[in-house]
């Protein structure tokens, strides 16, 4: 699609934040988007972070583009200079994204040079003003995504004065990763699982700010935890659950919003297919948009299979479309014959 022909249309936001699927970076592009929106109809999805040096000095297409179908769909941004901040929430409402999102939650080393994501965290004021500019930049929701904390302090006080002062500014979504954010010694991947999980504490600010919406992310894998969360939250943020096992997505969709149930998975497979066959004519190569889907299948007979199938280099070489739909069909016929799965590794 054309940026103009992009614009949001009206989005349904009878559920809000209930349920949203997180921005991980080259994980959630606007393929793997795509799927998602398949699976979980009425979602927030989020894009991976985007700097805004890429957007105010890059391929604007590139990063910005995506289909209609993604809606209700959030851009988020890495920076820490508030007039870049509102140059890049322009374009991101430009483009028709339906939310403007911070991050000030990753803790890689390379974000850390750039002097943003979680090291942000130590500069309240400073992310004030960034929300501030970007407030008044756009008409639609500025939003932050953060964690509870910096290194080893697992004090309160800490990031209930940090959302304090964006509370102050007129920031009302906050999205919560409850573990701290070790900045040197643990890698991004350890910076997911190793610092305890926090839910009390988020628990806290949702208490101490009760006209906000506060959104749980980190370590919400299973269906019954994340109904459970609900109870204390807004919304539920789904990380790599969504990756590596997308059926948990579908799952949990169904469980929180089930006026949205998605398609079966025999539509949602052609649906694939036929999107696919668009992007494959426009040079997209097919690998592109299998790698979101090889999880989709865990647990069932033929998984393993499908995963070879979706990743196999010979056959992601031909570019042809049709193997997502040979996958399945081969899927079904084990499924049939019941033949049992080993784990996938």
Known sequence: MTQENRSSPLVDTADGWRLCVAP?????????????????????LYTEMITTGALL???VPRHLDF????????????GSEPDALAQSARLGERWGYDEINLNCGCPSERVQRGAFGACLM???????????????AVAVPVTVKHRLGLDYDEGYDFVRDFVGHLHDVGCRVFIVHARNAVLKG??????????????????????????????????????????????????????????????????ISSELMPMRAGSDDGDIVRAMVAYAEREVAKG??????????????????????????????????????????????????????????????
């Open 24 to 44: 991980m970076i080259d994980v959630t592009d606007r393929h793997c988007r795509y799927f998602h929106r398949l699976l979980a109809p009425a979602a927030r």
């Open 57 to 59: 000095h890059g391929d």
């Open 67 to 78: 289909d209609a179908a993604e809606h209700p769909v959030a851009l988020q941004l890495g």
């Open 122 to 136: 130590a500069e309240p004021r400073l992310v004030a003003d960034c929300i501030k500019a970007m407030q008044d």
């Open 186 to 251: 643990l890698s991004p991947k350890d910076n997911r699982e190793k610092p305890p999980l926090r839910y009390d504490d988020a628990a806290r600010l949702k208490a101490d700010f009760p006209d906000c919406v506060f959104v749980l992310n980190g370590g919400i894998a299973e269906t019954g935890q994340a109904l459970s969360l609900m109870k204390q939250f807004d919304g539920v943020m789904l990380g790599r659950a969504a990756w590596h096992n997308p059926g948990k997505l579908t799952e």
């Open 284 to 345: 997209v190569p097919l690998r592109m948009i299998t790698k979101a889907m090889l999880g989709w299948m865990t647990g069932r007979a033929g998984a393993r299979n499908w995963r070879r199938m979706l990743s196999d280099p010979a056959r992601l070489g031909q570019n042809d479309p049709a193997l997502i739909g040979q996958a399945w069909e081969t899927l079904r016929a084990r499924t049939r014959a019941g033949e049992a799965d080993t784990p996938l590794g």
